[in-house]
């Protein structure tokens, strides 16, 4: 027993330093890859809460944190990320490649898009909720190892599927805010 709890303590200690390392390489990687600068918070924002629905449902089924957890916290992390990502891509490129006439514009532009792109997120965001329930509901060899690798993936991807449409809305916001003020700009030049 002695040597599992030597190497359960080691691997924790390894994941306190894994997982900050990892969220800070997602956010430099989201920073770099966006030519907006607020959009890579906007994106990690979705992890954080995300993060929030993995630890509700954690705490629902009264699991502690270990290494297995940790895991399936950085599979979570992984696949906002990317819901986050196709989102905001597809908004980025639809707003470089048009000009506005009116904020009215702006926000139907977001809505077309983002009706483009949910339907994507949300098959990335089912697949892997299906995927793991089988390992969600297990209770054989294993379980408890498994298992709670598995929850705070499924709670955490179904409250960031909130996420989902407020990226788009605090996109929308923003590039509101950016066309009204250059048009007050333009007014008063």
Do not use: H
Not at 3 to 27: C, D, H, S, Y
Not at 38 to 44: D, H, K
Not at 103 to 129: E, F, Y
Not at 133 to 149: K, L, T, V, Y
Request: hydrophobic share 55%.
């Amino acid at each position: 027993w002695s040597g599992q709890f030597e190497n359960q303590v080691r691997a924790t200690k390894r994941m306190q330093i894994l997982v900050p390392i990892t969220l800070g390489i997602m956010f430099v990687m989201l920073y770099l890859g966006f030519s907006r600068w607020w959009i890579a918070p906007l994106i990690f924002f979705g992890i954080l809460v995300s993060a929030s629905g993995g630890f509700i449902m954690l705490a629902l089924w009264g699991v502690n944190l270990s290494v297995a957890v940790w895991v399936g916290f950085l599979v979570l992390f992984g696949i906002v990320d990317d819901d986050g990502v196709v989102m905001a891509t597809y908004l980025e490129g639809v707003f470089k490649e048009r000009t506005f006439a009116s904020v009215a514009d702006i926000r139907a532009a977001t809505i077309d898009a983002g009706l483009k792109r949910i339907r994507p997120c949300l098959m990335t965001t089912a697949t892997t909720v299906i995927a793991l329930m089988p390992i969600f509901w297990s209770s054989g060899r294993g379980a408890d190892i498994m298992q709670p690798m598995a929850i705070p993936s499924v709670g955490g991807m179904t409250v960031s599927l909130i996420t989902l449409f407020i990226v788009p809305c605090v996109f929308c916001a923003i590039e509101e805010w950016k066309w009204t003020r250059t048009r007050r700009m333009q007014a008063g030049a």
